[in-house]
């Protein structure tokens, strides 16, 4: 079996399996400063998933809030408005998964 090496932030090393046709699933860490957010909230298509790796953040989604701690982990809707937000005094590690659109039947 052969694998494709690709970059992605956050990420040492990122395998994916060349029979795979295109990126069924997007996958990148990323890390935020202890009061700030990873960007404004936003929406898109597909499906996402949180993983919070250490910190603590909250989800804000359709005008709600969800706090996240590390080892806990979030799937929701894209389609609705959401961002994260570093609610801790220390940076927040989350890896982000994002099954987009077009895989989505």
Known sequence: M????LE?????RYL???DVE???????????EAGQRSHPPHKHGGFE????????????IDGESHPL????????????LHGLVNTSQAPMRYMVIIRPEETVA
């Open 2 to 5: 052969q694998f494709l090496d």
């Open 16 to 18: 994916l399996d060349a």
């Open 69 to 80: 701690r590390a080892n806990e982990a979030v799937v929701f809707d894209p389609h609705k």
């Open 49 to 60: 998933a949180f993983y919070m790796i250490e910190g603590e953040g909250t989800l804000e």
């Open 8 to 12: 992605k932030k956050g990420i040492s």
């Open 22 to 32: 295109g990126e069924p699933l997007r996958v990148h860490i990323s890390e935020v």
